[in-house]
């Protein structure tokens, strides 16, 4: 597996004391990474759609874990990020619960499906990949600010070289083909790591936005009908040489998440621990600032509420 693989986090830095939430994390590289952050001591708190899921891949990480010294407590949340509702539930008791969020990882997604509008009526995929954790950053952001310096990730993708934001038709009712729709909700992963690192210049907390690489996870599984039938198995016979692992594949989340050399970085992209260049697209500031302005209106943001007020 991964044979052009060479990105490597190799950061010993300790989380003891700091508190982590990643989101999507039963399986694949969410995992791995609950599982490192949780060896370098940090609280972390699993948010998943699937608590029963969840639950198992925290039994896991704890019983690979048993016998290491230092390592940190990891508790389950419910998070359905395609439901605005629970994504507000989900934050609240964050907020309750917790005096410090040091570390923001937005690693959940759902890739190329088929056409579906969730219960707020927007596209699964830009709902899911952007709009939810657009809104969970901002409401967890007066916490995150308070408890700076801390960071926040947000896992994209190569493929937002495929995607516009489509702002005059959002939920694609004229245009969708799924791998559009998976660009365009990459694509809002970069934008919102741009414009979010722009307002939050001078508050020791930054922002970094990510692809992991072509990763063996069953992301894949609506690839039968997004494109043809036997995709999927075209694609898992033939691309092992491609894929990581999800060890692998989660190193450049980790290194934008603990290394000391990306501590005074913000807004940047990342390709196997590398800063790179993302599309075109994704570099420009004009789209960027439509992107917040849309998905503030169709999260319903209060106006009177400042999510960059420390709380």
Same mark, same amino acid.
């Given at each position: 597996m991964g044979w052009f693989y060479n990105?490597?986090?190799?950061?010993?830095? *300790?989380?003891?004391?700091? &508190? !982590? /939430? /990643?989101? =999507?994390?039963n399986t694949g590289i969410g995992k791995h990474t609950v599982l490192d952050l949780s060896r370098r001591g940090a609280r972390v708190?699993? !948010?998943?759609r699937n608590l029963e899921k969840a639950d198992e891949a925290a039994k896991d990480i704890r019983k690979t874990l048993e016998g290491v010294? =230092? /390592?940190g407590q990891i508790t389950v949340k419910h998070l359905d990020l395609s439901s605005l509702s629970s994504v507000r539930t989900c934050a609240e008791q964050l907020l309750k619960e917790e005096p410090n969020i040091h570390l923001l990882i937005n690693n959940a997604g759902v890739m190329m499906c088929p056409r579906q509008l969730t219960e707020d009526g927007y596209e699964l995929q830009f709902a899911t990949n952007h709009l939810g954790h657009f809104l969970l950053t901002l409401l967890l952001l007066p916490r995150i600010l308070s408890s700076a310096p801390a960071r926040i990730v947000n896992v994209s993708s190569l493929a937002h070289k495929f995607g516009s934001l489509y702002s005059k038709d959002i939920n694609m009712e004229k245009s969708y083909q799924p791998i559009k729709a998976y660009g365009r909700s990459k694509l809002c992963n970069i934008l919102f790591t741009k414009e979010l690192a722009k307002r939050l210049e001078g508050t020791n907390v930054t922002v970094y936005s990510l692809h992991p690489g072509v990763v063996d996870t069953?992301?894949? *599984?609506?690839?039968? &009908? !997004? +494109? +043809?039938p036997g995709s999927r198995w075209f694609y898992r016979t033939f691309g092992g040489m491609f894929k990581?692992?999800?060890e692998q594949g989660a190193q450049t989340t980790l290194y934008c998440a603990v290394d000391e050399k990306t501590a005074n970085k913000t807004g940047l992209y990342y390709d196997d621990c590398v800063a790179i260049q993302p599309s075109g697209k994704a570099n420009d500031p004009e789209q960027a600032k439509k992107l917040w302005d849309i998905s503030m209106t169709l999260v319903n943001w209060d106006k009177n509420r400042d999510p960059f007020k420390k709380g």
């Open positions: 990105g490597k986090c190799t950061s010993n830095a *300790r989380l003891d004391g700091k &508190t !982590a /939430v /990643v989101t =999507g994390c708190i699993m !948010a998943c010294e =230092g /390592v069953d992301l894949d *599984r609506h690839l039968d &009908t !997004a +494109f +043809f990581k692992s999800s």
